[in-house]
């Protein structure tokens, strides 16, 4: 082993209190054990102790830890290149940007490369001012959750009083873009107190009426996740896209899917497929790496792209590394992975919709492949948050050994987004775990 691995993997649990002082960590749910080794869908801590991770940490994990395919591919290519600037072109840029063009809707065929998902989405914003000319102004969706660059900041939901509480983004409020919200379609818990069989889809007509009457001048660009993830796994109804899509096109407004979390997650590679709706630009980040940093922008064909005048620089938006790895994992999910998305997405899904009969402080399960939220609330007719709940279950969790996430404003909605290769016997002991973990929570 090299003597640098040795002094890291050396490091004791007593001595990490005099390490940590030395570290700065801007956000994430922290308190959670301290990881040495993975493999597949588990995870170690520093004491031994294994977790299954319901997180695929920060949901990029496609293929879990340490695959031994990814391992292979980014080694091998390693021998001949690693970092490569921008400028220069490189055959895995070409490659990784055709096959996301192929699989994307026919009219989105330029691929644009950067270091992450929120830098990806600023990307997005650029070419949608680029091709309105006079317009400035960006809409966005309650509860939103799009990067905490200064960019994007102004269009996440922490920025803002949804959680009862000015959180640390909102004091950067005069430094970022102030987005202009409208409701979401969160026909669970509708912003509108509508109810989802009689709602007439009242949060398009408040999006027209917006449009129309709350935005000073031309608007840019709507961002909006098909699926909201950190708002809360909100599926969205295919009708609410669809009228979104029409109001854009009506208004000349460019329409934007943040896909850095429904990338092949939710069983298709893309929500265009999905829902039968396609946006002008796809946001894509986290898994598209297979773990290495990397970021994209899928453009449609009508749109003016980036010229090469400096519009879109990064030093490392040229990273082979990623692009091999990215390159790798499509192979896969075309080979069998993206079927066992589908099929465990719902064998757990309907087991937490059986655990429902027995606990009826699951308000409702929201699954989309292995996109997953479980809604806890204290009561289910009101359907009142249960953050308390929710911490107690991840509390059990980690006592018991699975990781959980955390979503909503209300911070009750446990996100269950293992990776896309979990196992049938994997899938069970997911739904045993957190049977037992949300028993004993109850319980206190």
């Not at 007593?14 to 922290?30: C, F, K, Q, W």
């Not at 050994?401 to 909503?408: D, E, K, R, T």
């Not at 016997?425 to 004993?440: M, N, P, V």
């Amino acid at each position: 082993m090299d003597p640098v691995l040795e002094r890291i993997y050396a490091i004791t649990k007593s001595e990490i209190p005099a390490y940590a002082r030395h570290l700065m960590v801007g956000g994430g749910t922290r308190g959670g054990p301290v990881l040495v080794r993975g493999k597949g869908c588990w995870v170690e801590d520093i004491d031994g102790k294994k977790y299954i991770d319901c997180t695929s940490q920060s949901w990029a994990l496609y293929l879990g830890y340490a695959n031994d395919e990814i391992n292979s591919i980014v080694s091998e290519h390693l021998k001949s290149l690693s970092h490569v600037h921008q400028g220069f072109d490189t055959l895995s840029r070409f490659a990784l940007a055709r096959k996301l063009a192929e699989l994307s809707p026919k009219e989105l065929n330029r691929v644009s490369f950067t270091v992450g998902g929120g830098p990806a989405v600023e990307a997005a914003m650029k070419i949608a001012i680029k091709n309105r000319p006079g317009a400035q102004e960006f809409l966005c969706l309650y509860d939103s959750y799009h990067g905490t660059t200064l960019g994007t900041m102004g269009a996440s939901w922490q920025s803002t009083l949804a959680g009862g509480k000015l959180m640390a983004p909102a004091s950067y409020n005069r430094l970022t873009r102030q987005f202009i919200r409208v409701p979401n379609p969160y026909c669970y818990r509708c912003p509108l107190g509508q109810k989802p069989d009689g709602c007439g889809m009242l949060c398009l007509t408040v999006l027209r009426s917006t449009i129309e009457r709350g935005v000073n001048g031309p608007v840019a660009g709507i961002v909006l996740e098909p699926l909201q993830a950190s708002g809360g796994q909100v599926i969205f109804p295919k009708e609410y896209l669809q009228g979104v899509r029409d109001i854009c096109d009506e208004f000349g407004i460019v329409m934007i899917y943040d896909e850095i979390q429904t990338y092949a997650r939710i069983g298709t590679f893309f929500a265009s497929e999905y829902y039968g709706v396609a946006p002008d630009i796809i946001v894509l980040g986290k898994g598209l790496g297979a773990g290495f940093p990397i970021g994209a922008i899928i453009i449609r064909d009508t749109l003016e792209g980036f010229s090469p005048e400096s519009e879109e620089l990064h030093t490392f938006a040229n990273s082979t590394v990623a692009q091999v790895a990215g390159m790798k994992l499509i192979d896969l999910l075309e080979n069998g992975v993206l079927d066992n998305c589908r099929a465990m997405g719902e064998r757990i899904g309907k087991g937490l919709r059986e655990m429902q009969q027995e606990f009826p402080v699951i308000g409702e399960v929201r699954q989309a492949g292995l996109h997953i939220g479980v809604e806890l609330v204290k009561d289910p007719a009101r359907r009142t948050p249960a953050p308390e709940l929710f911490a107690a279950v991840r509390k059990k969790g980690f006592e018991n050994g699975i990781i959980f996430g955390l979503g909503g404003t209300a911070k009750n909605v446990l996100k269950i987004k293992p990776p896309l290769i979990v196992s049938p016997d994997e899938a069970d002991t997911i739904l045993h775990l957190f049977q037992k973990s949300l028993r004993a929570a109850l319980k206190g």
